[in-house]
């Protein structure tokens, strides 16, 4: 996949475990996102909590948290890892 693509757009969301997420790409490849790393700080703790956590949403480009948190999804992509679920 070329990752510099614009128009890359995450079309699909599930709940794993924990605080990892199964994202599916406008490309059809499927990644696992673990977002430990990136609630450390700043408004991002507010994913340490599991409710809120799984009250993600997709955005017409990315998963969203109550339009408070969103990530770009070349960020997604390049901090996730693929798998073939």
């Given at each position: 996949?070329?990752?510099?693509?614009?128009?890359?757009?995450?079309?699909g969301?599930?709940?794993?475990?924990?605080?990892?997420?199964?994202?599916?790409?406008?490309?059809?490849?499927?990644?696992?996102?673990?977002?430990?790393?990136?609630?450390?700080?700043?408004?991002?703790?507010?994913?340490?909590?599991?409710?809120?956590?799984?009250?993600?949403?997709?955005?017409?480009?990315?998963?969203?948290?109550?339009?408070?948190?969103?990530?770009?999804?070349?960020?997604?992509y390049?901090?996730?890892?693929?798998?073939?679920?």
């Amino acid at each position: 996949m070329n990752i510099k693509n614009p128009l890359q757009k995450i079309v699909g969301a599930e709940y794993v475990s924990g605080y990892i997420l199964r994202l599916t790409f406008n490309t059809g490849e499927v990644r696992l996102m673990d977002f430990t790393p990136l609630m450390q700080k700043g408004i991002c703790q507010k994913l340490k909590d599991m409710d809120y956590f799984k009250s993600f949403r997709l955005d017409p480009f990315t998963v969203d948290w109550n339009d408070e948190i969103g990530f770009a999804p070349r960020h997604l992509y390049e901090r996730s890892v693929s798998t073939s679920l």
